[in-house]
């Protein structure tokens, strides 16, 4: 049975940094790619970073360039992604995605 378990959500201000998890199990992990997507109330869940099975190749949605970072660690069968400079506009719940599972959410809340 697949499952993704996202975790490291919270509130900070604008400008700080978090850190999100997303530990993966009941699959091969590294041979997959695996997102990131991001979801604000009212609107359809959005693809903000993608990374290659080794983690050699990543990509993103423009509005999280240079401010994010995907990552994954095989060993441990567990993406992350580092969101610094965080905005207001980063508000939303961040779900990780293998094939048609979604993890179940961590809400990241930006705010002074």
């Known amino acids: 049975q697949v499952r993704l378990v996202e975790s490291g959500g919270g509130l900070v201000q604008p400008g700080g940094s978090l850190k999100l998890s997303c530990t993966a199990s009941g699959f091969t992990f590294s041979n997959y790619y695996m997102h990131w997507y991001r979801q604000v109330p009212g609107q359809e869940r959005a693809l903000i970073a993608t990374?290659?099975?080794?983690?050699?190749?990543?990509t993103y949605v423009d509005s999280v360039k240079g401010r994010f970072t995907i990552s994954r660690d095989n060993a441990l069968d567990t993406m992350y992604l580092q969101m610094n400079n965080l905005r207001p506009t980063d508000t939303a719940v961040y779900y990780c995605?293998?094939?048609?599972?979604w993890g179940q959410g961590t809400q990241v809340t930006v705010s002074s």
């Open positions: 995605k293998f094939g048609s599972t």
């Open positions: 990374i290659s099975p080794a983690g050699g190749s990543t």
